[in-house]
């Protein structure tokens, strides 16, 4: 079960996005100077464990922020030093998963530069299952495409583009549910004991098992050239 403490915390993730809205300070110094950044607000829902010791659902927030450079040689993903952490492994896994999106959507993210920060003061995220919202969110940004309102997600991705399980659906749903949101993305594929649930009133509860099906599921659109996209990872795969 994911917990959250004051200095450390693990959280498995869903996103809803929302567009614009705050300013751009959040950003350090030497990426505020530059120019063309994209900018997201993005609601997510973990679980932590309540001053009983029970697990329950939260919802906090993620900003993102992203921008291309012509000339760059690979994907440059920076992670903000406060007022929240990330952790090492947290960070490993957000690249890796960008890089896995962005493969399986026929797309070179060698040129993108994305900003992290989690303004939540004193506390880590440790984990990897907040991998799909930030690179579907990712995808999003370097298409020029918006999340739609009031849908979240949650999953990590795998390295061939598909979205693992994670735990504690049950308790996001029901965190989502409270927060009035009103459709939830979850992996197809599930651990035994979260196989189970009631959906709540006026809920909708969509399994996806990509990639590509979670960027049509949260976009309302579907990436450009993703058939044969999907048909060039998996030959490349393949031949590893």
């Known amino acids: 079960m994911y917990q959250l403490k ?26 505020a100077e530059q120019t063309h950044w994209q900018k997201q607000s993005v609601t997510f829902l973990g679980t932590t464990l309540d001053l009983n010791s029970e697990p329950i659902g939260i919802v906090a927030e993620l900003d993102i922020a992203f921008r291309e450079q012509e000339g760059q040689e690979a994907l440059n993903v920076t992670f903000s030093s406060g007022p929240g952490k990330f952790s090492p492994f947290t960070q490993v896994a957000i690249q890796s998963g960008i890089v896995s999106a962005a493969r399986m959507a026929g797309l070179d993210p060698k040129t993108w530069n994305v900003f992290l920060k989690f303004p939540s003061p004193g506390v880590t995220i440790y984990g990897d299952s907040l991998t799909a919202m930030v690179s579907v969110v990712t995808l999003a940004m370097a298409n020029d495409n918006s999340i739609l309102l009031n849908r979240v997600m949650t999953g990590k991705v795998t390295r061939d ?8 659906i049950p308790l996001k749903i029901q965190a989502a549910y409270a927060e009035h949101i009103s459709r939830v993305i979850i992996p197809d594929d599930r651990f035994p004991e979260d196989s189970e649930w009631q959906t709540p009133f006026l809920m909708q ?34 031949r590893k």
């Open 161 to 168: 583009g598909h979205i693992g399980a994670v735990g504690g």
């Open 6 to 31: 004051k200095t450390a915390c693990i959280f498995s993730m869903v996103a809803w996005c929302i567009s614009g809205g705050w300013t751009f300070s959040f950003l350090q110094p030497a990426l």
């Open 205 to 238: 509860i969509s399994p996806v098992n990509t990639v590509l099906q979670a960027y049509q599921m949260l976009t309302g659109t579907s990436l450009p050239s993703a058939e044969n996209a999907t048909g060039l990872v998996v030959q490349n795969f393949n």
